[in-house]
């Protein structure tokens, strides 16, 4: 439906983009910037929504004729522009933007125009919009969602009012997944803040499948056989590009086997779902043990990040929990 109330989080910009309508502050050019999934193009085609109401508003009525196209998809003042292709170039903005800009709105009070994923335009394809963007026609708004809005030409940048959308709270990304019969607390570890990508990940069960592989590599390191280590080693290998999720996973695996020891089971868990293992680990190894396999992992993280061996950076964390829980 679309309206400010509707949007979890994000009070901040909701203010100022209500305060701009209300006290006719509306600029020509917005930068809406943050991570994927975290709700730029919600609030941008809400934004979208309320500057055409024909109520004049600070939020949609839903009700007039406007509201009405664009709650159906067809809104003939409301454009936008996306691209599968790996850059957005000067022709997509010449043709959808830059001519069709010229012409008056249809019906209703602007022109407005959503690229996403902006950040993919080209170095021409920005100086063509800048053109747009330094004299535009007076119906004429065009908001820019972007990655990260420091790819844009510092001439775009400077001429854009710029919204940064922060990651969202646990418990705001918790309150949007409330009828959800799944350990979000655990995907949300993982969401960087971000209702979208928290959707993504449960749309597949690779990430689930790649704990159940990480729990079943962490009960056969704990096993006395030397041999698994390079198994195991092995079986990582098929997961390299998603190491950092296999290796994130670990770590707080471990953390959580941690947090059991100092206080038991208790509300910090991330694994809820998955108790009854961590508990028994818990109960084979020490404090020191599970600090040291904690910084074994973390330094992984690093070593790999300053692409070292993939292999052997593997090779030497595993070889490091294994000698801290049976030395
Ligand atoms: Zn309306």
Same mark, same amino acid.
């Given at each position: *439906? ?52 024909? +109520? ?144 993504? *990940? ?37 997961? +390299? ?41 818990? *109960? ?37 929990? +294994? ?5």
């Amino acid at each position: *439906m679309y309206t400010f109330e509707e949007i979890i989080g994000h009070k901040e910009i909701i203010e100022n983009l209500k305060r701009r309508i209300k006290y006719k502050k509306v600029s020509h050019s917005y930068i809406f910037d943050g991570i994927e999934g975290i709700g730029k193009k919600t609030i941008a085609k809400t934004y979208a929504k309320t500057l055409q109401c024909l +109520k004049g508003g600070v939020t949609p009525c839903n009700e007039c004729s406007s509201c009405r196209a664009f709650d159906s998809g067809n809104h003939p003042d409301v454009f936008f522009i996306d691209t599968d292709k790996k850059s957005l170039g000067v022709d997509d903005i010449r043709n959808s933007i830059q001519k069709d800009i010229e012409t008056k709105p249809y019906k209703y009070k602007y022109k407005i125009y959503i690229i996403e994923k902006a950040d993919k335009m080209t170095i021409q394809a920005q100086n063509a919009l800048l053109k747009t963007i330094e004299e535009p026609p007076s119906y004429g708004i065009i908001i820019l969602l972007s990655n990260n809005f420091k790819q844009f030409l510092p001439t775009i940048i400077s001429r854009c009012s710029i919204l940064k959308l922060n990651p969202l709270k646990p418990k705001e990304i918790k309150k949007y997944f409330n009828n959800i019969d799944k350990n979000i607390d655990l995907y949300i570890a993982f969401s960087g803040g971000s209702i979208g990508i928290v959707k993504n *990940m449960l749309e597949s069960n690779k990430f689930l499948d790649i704990r159940e592989k990480m729990i079943e590599w962490i009960y056969k390191i704990q096993e006395d056989d030397l041999i698994n280590l390079f198994e195991i080693q092995k079986e990582m290998e098929i997961y +390299k590009e998603d190491i950092d999720i296999v290796l994130d996973l670990m770590y707080i695996w471990y953390r959580d086997i941690l947090f059991i020891k100092e206080i038991g089971n208790n509300e910090y868990i991330i694994n809820k779902d998955k108790i009854n293992e961590l508990l028994n680990m818990s *109960m084979n190894l020490s404090y020191n043990k599970i600090s040291k396999s904690l910084e074994a992992i973390a330094n992984t993280k690093i070593y790999l990040k300053q692409n070292a061996n993939f292999r052997l950076a593997l090779e030497i964390m595993l070889l490091n929990i +294994k000698e801290n829980i049976h030395g």
